[in-house]
């Protein structure tokens, strides 16, 4: 599998996850090392050049906000780790926290020892209830061995870890509802201004990175920011966690370069289409990202390259759909997903989903018009352009880009015809 | 009924949250989980209130927020198929069906004897396996009706010993 | 402070850092749609309604959230911010119920407004509203979630400036409501009915309970006597309900318009204000000179009562035992009225107009019912007044004043100034100063004790002995001092507390026109009124004088005590 790198993803099977001699082993707190003999400024540059962008979705380069984050001078400041892995067909987060939980607490003990931050936090969603417990025991290791803790290896710097658990809200992974859902609440977005970066968790400056970000970053401390960029594009840096998953034959999770090719990936890495079928359609970034047909299988993974074909990586997941799926069976179930998971606070997202919802049933049961398409449009525009969060912002990408590659067969469907039989086409159950 | 969660025990796990309204969802999670039968009373969620000095109406607002919590009683354990996009694509509504006939409930109930409840979920990270299935915390996927008759079993029998993947 | 250069609708315009959009906007002339914003509020942000383009991004920028930056170019009525407004406008009618023709805010809904504003015409979007149980569970408040757009105002209202937090928001996405915990229904809920979220909901989904068909029933029957009592702090915002400024005096054209409806006399509450200084200023001095509990705190405010039998029940001993003038006056009227007027108090229908919505409940507890009949029969709301006066084709603004009938019309500036936040408290010390020391004040107004701030406070000497005095407004400024004296950090001898903020000028049955702003004018009206007012002390009250030569014989007497003073109950919910 030359196609892979071992990065990030190095100590995965290879160690006992919870084992801190293991870690240690193999590298584990050179880069905590190396930071803490480091000026900020230092730390903060080697972050830039490594080229690392915030790998929960939004890409936002880690080294500006960093600098951002230690440029506040205001006291206390939290780092705090989005671990809501919600995003569907993704379990990269989980990966590394089940496999190499050192990892993600070495990056955020860096960072904290950056900002001169006393504490930390791990949101991780209710449903990673194992991974939490994983996580609890690193941590205590960790404050052990004097890696967490008073003093930090005979330093001044002292910091503390705490595991929060969610309890199932998809919109928990947007930053403001995570930092409202981990003061006990129920994790509805906050307004913006102001920012988490200024007042954030306990209304303190707070820096707020996925897993995979605060991951990266040991490695980036380890290997220099320039051996680590080596790996990606000239734009994006390094390597990315993907998740594939649907109608492939290997599905799971796989540590790439930046680069390799969407193609390379399904049939590289997944080995296929699985059961003999056709690929249909690919949607990368989960269920918010985009769908698109196999015409941009050759695209690169690359944040710029994607970006400039109307994609988004996103958390890195890619799902694969076979010929067997109708187009507007998966799209209706997306929007289900959305209107399940909206906090329901704003009209466009909350409102929005429960139209798109109905339309969909209109068209999966042959009832729909042409007229539904105006709505359609209207609905996703408001919800694209005017919501309160990026939940809603996102929650019509699937819909409007499979009627851009798939138009024919919701067409289909308002003349009765399910091409797949996925639909039932009828007023009955579905 | 030795499901109701006595005030007494209310008060402990607030307590050892130290009663800080920071923790409020810690607090439910685990009250939630010694209910026994997954889920917060409206006697429980008075307690929280009372000895967190919170409204009640804000401790229920967090209750029917987030999709674990429920303020019906529930089996004692909760089968969750996914429905999400990478689960759908895989067909999940045979592995409903196997449920559904192995357990003789439709989705969304409770065996009578109140040991399962069958829901849909959203995606719960099991997509290297699915179409997939949550039982408490632990993940069981690429499933067979005789794979799904021999977990049943293991939850009625009160072990675990099925292979999860 | 820093200023910053923008253009908007392409105007160049200079405003300070922190501006918002729709505050900029409003500088160039443009009114930007809102309408979970609220003036008095917190910025929500999730209607979405005010989406405006700022150019360079494809994302719309919610004005009311938004604060202009330097260089930004807002263009407030671009194509993608009206085809998106008009979309959410949209997507909020097709979750609301179809029936404004029958709605009780049919016209003064902001909901409907909008749809007027954007000639909605015919629907985009099918109707989705699910209808949901109507909670009419209680004397004070109606809930309809049917109606609700999730505004998100009245439980601002009931959560920071009550500090009450009987609804809350609950659930997510189309099964989002606002609701009380476990959807039950008001009565068994904390809520004081206190009416403030009726106030500031801009549809028809809280509304205080209609009573008006009630009353007309009892002046249409021509055996009934029906006679009606007006709060003090009506006359300075009923006008407001017919387009006149907020602070408009209307008490003559209110008396006038009342007649017309056909009550056979038209008194005023005022009077039992007076009598509450008198039989509470006794209670008062009763207190401090045989070692009552102190200190004492007033006991007008039905919303307040409701409160600190609810909350704070182990301090029900600091209330004084005066019933509200509301009260007092239904207890007169079916005793010493109907002794005076030769009526069989049975034939006697006593109507309230009130600003308040739990003098609605107050009026129905047990404990109301000493002359021998429910003392008062009904209570009508400043909204549900001004909606009979309409029905009746009252035209309000141009009708002739008309003076209140006596006895139990007349009054002093002293039961006027009961509707502002602190009146009570300046009533009472004209009194209890001149009763304690036989001597004149030299300066009857107490200017510290008055206006809009939460907790005021005063030291008046009365014969050189220094007595700390406090005033409270809106219920989480008494949650404050009710925990300073659980803490037994309370040293004041006399406090005022008044559930509404304002006071009842800014009561929760008043007109939606009420803000901050409009409480402040209906405050300056009320020591208006007061000022021009020819006896401005309660004891010099010839009516209230002539009460206790014939009637109840000396302040805090037997009858006072049987018809005037009440007793509370532990209701202790934490809900």
């Not at chain 1, 920011?225 to 966690?241: N, V």
């Not at chain 3, 405010?301 to 004084?320: A, V």
């Not at chain 3, 507890?365 to 009979?388: H, I, N, P, W």
């Not at chain 3, 035209?395 to 003076?403: A, G, T, V």
Request: include cysteine.
């Amino acid at each position: 599998m030359s196609i892979e790198a071992k990065l990030l993803s190095a100590n995965f099977d290879r160690i006992i996850p919870d084992s801190l001699e293991d870690y240690k082993r193999f590298g584990g707190y050179n880069g905590l090392k190396k930071a803490m003999n480091m000026r900020p400024e230092q730390i903060i540059e080697e972050i830039k050049l490594s080229k690392l962008m915030g790998r929960g979705g939004a890409a936002y380069p880690t080294g500006i906000k960093w600098e951002q984050a230690h440029e506040v001078k205001k006291f206390p400041k939290y780092v705090v780790c989005n671990a809501d892995e919600g995003e569907p067909g993704t379990l990269k987060d989980k990966y590394v926290m089940d496999k190499d939980p050192y990892k993600l607490i070495e990056g955020m003990t860096i960072a904290a020892y950056l900002l001169g931050a006393r504490e930390g936090y791990i949101y991780v969603r209710g449903e990673y209830k194992k991974s939490q417990e994983i996580l609890r025991g690193a941590i205590k290791n960790a404050v052990n061995a004097n890696y967490l803790g008073e003093n930090i290896l005979g330093s001044d710097f002292s910091f503390d870890l705490e595991v929060i658990s969610g309890a199932g809200a998809y919109v928990c992974g947007e930053n403001s509802a995570l930092v409202e859902s981990s003061e006990g609440r129920a994790g509805r977005p906050r307004m913006k201004p102001p920012f988490i970066k200024i007042s954030g968790f306990r209304g303190m400056p707070t820096l707020l990175n996925n897993v995979e970000t605060f991951a990266s970053v040991p490695v980036i401390m380890d290997i220099g920011g320039e051996e680590y960029a080596s790996y990606g594009t000239d734009y994006s840096g390094g390597t990315k966690l993907i998740t594939l998953s649907g109608n492939v034959v290997n599905k799971g999770v796989f540590e790439v370069p930046f680069g390799i090719t969407l193609r390379e990936i399904i049939y590289e890495l997944g080995e296929g289409i699985a059961n003999g079928r056709k690929l249909k359609m690919i949607q990368m970034g989960g269920s918010s990202g985009a769908c698109f047909s196999e015409e941009l299988l050759d695209t690169p993974l690359c944040y710029k390259t994607a970006k400039a074909k109307g994609l988004s990586l996103g958390s890195g997941a890619i799902l694969v759909i076979d010929d067997s799926n109708c187009v507007v069976d998966f799209a209706k179930c997306i929007t289900e997903f959305f209107l399940h998971e909206s906090c329901g606070k704003c009209t466009p997202c909350r409102e929005g989903n429960r139209q798109l919802a109905k339309i969909l049933d209109k068209f999966a049961k042959g009832k729909a018009s042409k007229k539904d398409y105006v709505s359609i449009d209207r609905i996703s525009n408001a919800m694209t352009n005017g919501s309160f969060c990026g939940l809603g912002q996102t929650a019509a990408t699937a819909l409007t880009t499979s009627l851009k590659f798939f138009k024919e067969e919701f067409d289909a469907h308002i003349y009765g015809r399910c091409l797949t039989d996925c639909c039932s086409m009828s007023e009955g159950e579905e | 009924m030795r499901e109701i969660t006595s005030q007494q025990k209310v008060r402990e796990v607030v307590e050892k949250y130290g009663g800080v309204c920071e923790k409020l969802v810690q607090i439910l999670l685990e009250l939630q989980e010694i209910s026994g039968q997954n889920f917060i009373s409206k006697e429980v969620a008075l307690t929280v209130a009372e000895e967190m000095g919170l409204p009640l109406s804000k401790v229920y607002d967090v209750i029917t927020f987030y999709s674990m919590f429920s303020v019906e009683p529930k089996g004692r354990h909760i089968i969750e198929v996914c429905k999400s996009a990478p689960c759908h694509v895989n067909r999940p509504q045979s592995v409903v069906n196997m449920f559904e006939s192995a357990l003789g409930i439709r989705m969304g109930e409770t065996t009578p004897d109140k040991t399962f409840t069958l829901q849909h979920s959203s995606c719960f990270g099991a997509c290297d396996i699915s179409p997939a299935i949550k039982i408490g915390d632990e993940i069981y996927g690429n499933l067979t009706e005789d794979k799904v008759l021999e977990i049943i079993n293991s939850y009625r029998e009160g072990y675990r010993n099925v292979n999860r993947s | 402070m820093n200023m910053i250069n923008i253009v908007i609708d392409n105007k160049r315009l200079t405003v300070p850092e922190g501006t918002t959009i729709l505050e900029a906007a409003e500088k160039v002339g443009i009114k930007i749609p809102t309408l979970c914003n609220h003036t008095d509020q917190t910025v929500k942000a999730n209607c979405r309604i005010c989406l405006v383009e700022v150019k360079g991004s494809k994302k719309l920028s919610a004005a009311c959230a938004t604060p202009v930056w330097e260089g930004a170019e807002i263009v407030t009525s671009s194509k993608s911010a009206r085809d998106a407004r008009k979309t959410v406008l949209e997507l909020i009618l097709a979750d609301h119920a179809q029936d404004c023709l029958n709605c009780i805010r049919n016209g003064s809904c902001e909901l409907q407004k909008l749809s007027m504003e954007f000639v909605i015409c015919e629907p985009s979007f099918d109707n989705i509203a699910k209808e949901l149980p109507i909670d009419d569970s209680n004397p004070s408040i109606v809930r309809n979630p049917s109606k609700c757009i999730r505004c998100g105002r009245c439980l601002e209202v009931c959560h920071d400036v009550q500090s009450i937090g009987t609804i809350s928001t609950a659930h997510r996405s189309d099964e989002y409501v606002i609701s009380t915990a476990f959807n039950m229904p008001l009565d068994q809920s904390a809520c004081v009915y206190c009416g403030q979220c009726s106030l500031v909901c801009p549809v028809g989904a809280i509304y205080e309970k209609n009573d008006v068909d009630r009353v007309w029933e009892s002046i249409d029957n021509p055996n009934m006597h029906v006679i009606v009592q007006t709060a003090p702090a009506v006359r300075v915002s009923l006008g407001e309900e017919f387009g006149m400024e907020p602070g408009s005096i209307v008490t003559g054209k209110m008396v006038a318009a009342l007649r017309r409806l056909g009550f056979d006399r038209v008194f005023d509450t005022d009077f039992t204000a007076d009598l509450t200084v008198i039989e509470e200023g006794y209670e008062l001095i009763g207190r401090l000179r045989n070692g009552g509990k102190l200190p004492m705190i007033t006991s007008c405010s039905p919303g307040w009562i409701n409160f600190i039998e609810k909350f704070y029940p182990d301090q029900l001993e600091h209330l004084s035992s005066c019933k509200s003038p509301q009260q007092m006056f239904g207890a007169l009227a079916k005793t010493y009225y109907a002794q005076r007027a030769g009526i069989n108090p049975k034939d006697i229908f006593v109507v309230s107009i009130m600003p308040c919505t739990a003098k609605k409940y107050e009026s129905t507890r047990s404990q109301m019912y000493s002359s021998g009949y429910r003392d008062v029969d009904a209570v009508l709301t400043t909204r549900e007044l001004s909606r009979m006066l309409k029905l009746a084709g009252v035209d309000f603004r141009n009708i002739e004043p008309e003076e209140f009938d006596a006895p139990l019309g007349i009054s002093t500036g002293a039961g006027v100034i009961f509707g502002a936040s602190g009146g009570v408290m300046e009533a009472a010390l004209r009194t209890v100063y001149e009763v304690l020391t036989e001597k004149e004040l030299d300066k009857i107004d107490f200017e510290s004790v008055r206006g809009l701030e939460g907790i005021k406070e005063a030291t008046v000497y009365i014969n050189d002995m220094p007595v700390k005095v406090a005033v409270a407004n809106g219920l989480k400024n008494a949650r404050l001092i009710a925990e300073r004296i659980k803490r037994g950090k309370c040293d004041y001898t006399f406090i005022e507390i008044m559930c509404c903020p304002g006071g009842c000028i800014g009561g929760g049955g008043q007109p939606h026109t009420t803000t901050n702003k409009a409480r402040e004018k209906r405050i300056g009206a009320t020591y208006t009124e007061d000022k021009g007012m020819k006896l401005r002390k309660s004891h010099e009250n010839p009516a209230i004088k002539e009460l206790y030569k014939e009637f109840l014989h000396e302040p805090n007497g037997h009858l006072s005590h049987k018809l005037l003073h009440t007793t509370y109950r532990h209701r202790k919910h934490i809900k």
